[in-house]
């Protein structure tokens, strides 16, 4: 039952997280057990987690928990995912991931077995579902798709959703069991670099916009986020109205605590 960090490595760490204060005061730590290991498409794993601490474990559409992938010395390595679902009956959690390449978080996910532990830290994360808004617009690229996916489904059956979701290929696609959605739409790159905008940007220049109040959501590579919020404040959406989060950078490695370096 080998650990992503081993515990004497861990007490090792110069850990910033080591106690949970200041903005982690309303998370808790996880001692996560790997239950399954699979491929969910071509650029995407699904792995499930049980931990005695699920119990009572709450948490909003679109929020992450993060992971203690790695070590480099003394320093911890942590990754975020984005909840895909909760079975707090079973205490059974399911990360959906994007396969990308080879750094510390893609290791230990290709490497885990069932039986293999982890430590976590969650849940994590400011931006989910706007209760007040009259419509939602969803954009963002595969690293999104757990979280637009979720947080879609969350939302009552007379809500207005529109989805827009840029997959690699058309095997990348997942259902959307939301019954709020009225309109979806698949972004297929074929052979096209990620985190180029131009997919996304067109969509968002044709989208078309519901009356009323509503609330954009922009997830994926940094530069393409604030590209997407550009074009659609040039459509007269506030930037109150807008809800955007980098997953990634192109060209950049992650932080430490799993998001672009600042």
């Known amino acids: 039952m080998p650990d992503a960090v081993p515990p004497q490595i861990r007490q090792q760490l110069a850990d910033p997280f080591a106690e949970l204060t200041g903005s982690l005061a309303g998370t808790r730590k996880l001692r996560f057990e790997v239950v399954d290991n699979g491929q969910l498409s071509p650029s995407m794993q699904q792995i499930t987690l049980t931990a005695p601490e699920l119990a009572g474990f709450t948490y909003a559409p679109g929020q992450d928990v993060m992971l203690l992938v790695a070590a480099e010395g003394s320093r911890p390595v942590r990754r975020r995912y984005t909840i895909r679902h909760l079975d707090q009956e079973n205490l059974i959690l399911t990360l959906n991931i994007v396969l990308h390449g080879q750094g510390p978080g893609e290791r230990w996910l290709r490497s885990a077995v069932p039986g293999d532990t982890i ?18 617009l969803f954009m963002g690229d595969e690293s ?13 059956a007379q809500a207005k959703a529109a989805v827009v979701i840029e997959v690699p290929e058309p095997a990348d696609e997942q259902p959307i069991l939301a019954e709020a959605v009225s309109r979806a739409s698949w972004l297929h790159r074929l052979g096209r670099p990620a985190g180029d905008p131009d997919l996304l940007a067109a969509e968002a220049r044709e989208v078309e916009l519901a009356p009323g109040v509503g609330q954009a959501y922009l997830f994926g590579e ?7 919020r550009e074009i659609l404040e040039s459509k007269g959406i506030r930037p109150d109205q807008m809800s955007p989060k980098s997953y990634w950078g192109r060209g950049r490695a992650n932080a430490g605590h799993g998001e672009p370096a600042k």
Do not use: N
């Not at 430590?119 to 939602?136: C, F, L, M």
């Not at 757990?146 to 879609?152: C, D, R, S, V, W």
């Not at 940094?222 to 997407?228: C, G, Q």
């Open 119 to 136: 430590e976590g830290i969650g849940p994590r994360g400011k931006i989910t579902t706007s209760p007040s808004a009259d419509w939602h």
């Open 144 to 156: 999104a798709m757990p979280a637009i996916l979720h947080m879609t489904e969350s939302l009552p």
């Open 222 to 228: 940094a530069a393409v986020v604030l590209r997407l």
